[in-house]
């Protein structure tokens, strides 16, 4: 009920190449979906979030497209640069304390 | 890193030793958390706290303790070390906004 499964593990992408980065839930009680990305040696940075209420929220050349009925979200990536390799995860938040629920992580690999 | 700073960034200790780590922050947040990253398993929240001197398990709390005695400080403690906790370790701050997070740099513990 509290996981948030994300696929796949890792990804490697030609340069102007579309990445996609799924997650699916269970509790339907989670409101509110936040991508996160890590660069090496940092630690994550928050870079888009979608609440449900939205399909789809666009961010530059970040994309989030949400779909309640099958408790799944999902991160494009267009026209993926070197730049954009970097680990990925998606989280759903929770209770109270605005706690996060984390995917185990997409390691993004964009080849020049 | 919106104004956290963790210490020690890198530590060696030997299984059965105590170690504390510290997150301080200059934003004023109320939410802080303590957060393990280990490959395959994401980031698993092991203790948070909603203000001064309230805190709360998460997922992964067994052999950890924390303590904020002040706004600004967040100490996770290892009581005993063990080769399991060998990690890196996130702080992360939230305030208003539930959901986003700021994370620190990390520490990476070594138990030998």
Redo the contacts between chains.
């Keep these: 009920q509290?996981q948030v499964k994300?696929s796949p593990?890792s990804l490697i992408v030609q340069k102007g190449g579309i990445s996609i980065i799924n997650c699916a839930y269970e509790n339907t009680a989670f409101d509110?979906f936040?991508w996160?990305q890590q660069f090496p040696?940092?630690?994550?940075?928050?870079l888009i979030?979608i609440r449900p209420d939205v399909s789809e929220k666009k961010e530059g050349r970040f994309t989030i497209s949400f779909n309640k009925s099958a408790k799944q979200f999902s991160l494009h990536i267009m026209d993926s640069q070197p730049g954009d390799s970097a680990t990925y995860?998606c989280a759903a938040?929770m209770g109270?304390?605005?706690?996060?629920?984390?995917?185990?992580?997409t390691q993004l690999t964009v080849n020049p | 890193?919106a104004g956290?700073t963790q210490s020690p960034r890198h530590k060696v200790t030997e299984t059965g030793t105590p170690v504390t780590l510290r997150c301080h922050q200059t934003e004023n947040h109320r939410?802080m958390?303590w957060y393990r990253q280990d490959p395959?398993?994401?980031?698993?929240?092991i203790h948070?706290s909603?203000g001064v001197k309230d805190t709360?398990k998460?997922?992964v709390s067994d052999g950890y303790s924390v303590s904020r005695s002040k706004t600004e400080d967040f100490l996770l403690t290892l009581e005993s070390a063990t080769s399991s906790q060998t990690s890196v370790y996130?702080c992360?701050i939230?305030g208003d906004r539930?959901?986003?997070?700021?994370?620190?740099?990390?520490t990476r513990l070594t138990v030998t």
Excluded: C, M, N, W
Excluded at chain 1, 98 to 105: P, W
């Design positions: 509290q994300q593990q509110y936040p996160y040696g940092k630690g994550p940075a928050l979030a995860f938040r109270s304390g605005s706690r996060l629920t984390f995917g185990e992580g | 890193d956290i939410y958390y395959g398993h994401g980031l698993r929240l948070y909603y709360d998460g997922e996130f992360a939230s539930r959901g986003e997070q700021y994370f620190g740099p990390g």
